[in-house]
């Protein structure tokens, strides 16, 4: 599965981001075949699962974003979103889409959030 994020930027104390991911390029029964995820990195540590999400719909989130980042999956445009609402500075990292436990997976390339002190 190839897949593209975007909407990673630079954001105010308490602000906002929404991350999109796209699968342009996958059969949409495959893209549905997945559990589709965002990660992050940050240097030197290790990737750490941020939330992910069935084709059903079925969401997991990381304990330090819960109430504030909202999973969501369009299965018919083969899309992906992460809204981050509340950003804090620990959440400064490199977010990866993922795709897992279908019959393809994959990952995108990182898109860069940096919440300003």
């Known amino acids: 599965v190839q897949l593209q994020a975007s909407g990673g930027g630079l954001v105010q104390a308490g602000g906002s981001l929404r991350l999109s991911c796209k699968a342009p390029?996958?059969?949409?029964?495959?893209?549905?075949?997945?559990?589709m995820g965002w990660y992050r990195q940050v240097l030197g540590k290790e990737r750490e699962l941020v939330a992910d999400i069935t084709t059903g719909g079925s969401t997991n989130y990381a304990d330090s974003v819960k109430g504030r980042f909202t999973i969501s999956r369009d299965n018919a445009k083969k899309m992906v979103y992460l809204q981050m609402n509340n950003l804090k500075p620990e959440d400064t990292a490199v977010y990866y889409c993922?795709?897992?436990?279908?019959?393809?997976?994959?990952w995108g390339q990182g898109t860069l959030v940096t919440r300003l002190q």
């Open positions: 390029r996958t059969i949409t029964s495959v893209f549905n075949s997945n559990v």
């Open positions: 993922n795709a897992r436990g279908g019959v393809s997976s994959g």
